[in-house]
Every structure is written in structure tokens, then in C-alpha cells.
């Protein structure tokens, strides 16, 4: 089976986030969810700066305002809409965009359609 059922829509805060753990074709992919304005994105959980997963706590991706998205390790800043790094060290990348599928209320993600994982950048 290549979808995932990720959760229902109301698991989620409004802003919030939720990080998944799946394993695609025999490899774990750390993602997240996040929900703002009533949108929902997904996102590889990895900053575009050094690899490293941008939760410093589980579910935890936004900054204290609840405006942007936060990387704990360098404080980097990206808007929730469209994964794009407004501050930081990797300015003008984007996080990697995972689509979701929703029916039912239900929040699905399909392993075809979650982009290959490439090695981080070197440090800028």
C-alpha cells in the first residue's frame, strides 16, 4: 500500500502542526503537517540548510507567534503556505513539498508522490 491515512483534519490546530513518521517502500519519511488560515500543507521534515529535522519538540514547527514555520537548530523562518525560507541561512530555498490528498475529513499522503530525499546543502 502506497497511502497513508495521516489524520483527521480536526487532529490538528488551526495554526498547528503534526509530525507523521511513514515507511515508503522500505524507508522512513519524517514529515509534517501543518494547518494555517484553514490550509493544509505537507512537508519533508528537514531543513533546506542542513538536513536536520526543523521540530525541536514533537508537533512543533511554529514559531512562538504561530506566524512562521521555525528550524530549531538555526532559527531559519518559512512561511507555512508554500515552505519558503523568508530568514535565515537558506534564504530564498523552499522546503520540500509533500501533496496531501484529503476525503472525508481525512488527511492522506501517498508515497509515490513524496519527492526523493536529496543530501543537505553545505553549510551557506
Known sequence: MSEFRVCHVDEIDDPGSLEVN?????QEQNLFVVKSGGELR??????PHTGVPLNWLPDQ?????GELLQCALH????RPQDGYCVRGPCQG???TAVPLRLEA????????????QES?????
Open 61 to 65: 514547527f511554529f514559531d512562538y507567534n
Open 93 to 95: 530555498e523552499s522546503l
Open 75 to 78: 532559527g531559519a523562518l518559512f
Open 42 to 47: 505537507g512537508y519533508v521534515n528537514s531543513c
Open 120 to 124: 543537505a546543502c553545505e553549510e551557506h
Open 105 to 116: 475529513q481525512q488527511v492522506y499522503v501517498d508515497c509515490a508522490q513524496i519527492p526523493p
Open 22 to 26: 511513514i515507511v515508503c517502500q522500505g
